[in-house]
Nanobody, 121 residues
Framework: QVQLVESGGGSVQAGGSLRLSCAAS????????MGWFRQAPGKQRELVAG???????MYADSVKGRFTISRDNGKNMVYLQMNSLNPEDTAIYYC???????????????WGKGTLVTVSS
């Protein structure tokens, strides 16, 4: 019932930056915890960053200090600012929403279709 649409993916050289956006509709955005996940070919989908209703943030160890998640409840948007990108960040990035207070692949209630990020060396 909730729709999530990602944008902002693309190709960038190592060391560069990208900003991903996720637009939400069909629900009460401020009531959902939000997360960004990513999946590379042949690998499991993993949590990259999460932000709670109370704006507490969490990050995978691999992206701490490089990525920043934020949300704008007035615009029903969540963002992922990605700096100092490296080839290991190459993946499809997914926006997801949860009502459960647990941020993992099986706990999220709604998912976007993803946006591709490619980082070249």
């Amino acid at each position: 019932q909730v729709q999530l649409v990602e944008s902002g993916g693309g190709s960038v050289q190592a060391g560069g930056s990208l900003r991903l956006s996720c637009a939400a509709s069909g629900g009460t955005f401020s009531s959902y915890g939000m997360g960004w996940f990513r999946q590379a070919p042949g690998k499991q989908r993993e949590l990259v960053a999460g932000i709670t209703v109370g704006r507490t943030t969490m990050y995978a160890d691999s992206v701490k200090g490089r990525f920043t998640i934020s949300r704008d409840n007035g615009k029903n948007m969540v963002y992922l600012q990605m700096n100092s990108l490296n080839p290991e960040d190459t993946a499809i990035y997914y926006c997801a929403a949860t009502t459960r207070g647990v941020y993992n692949d099986y706990s999220m209630n709604y998912w976007g279709k993803g946006t591709l990020v490619t980082v070249s060396s």
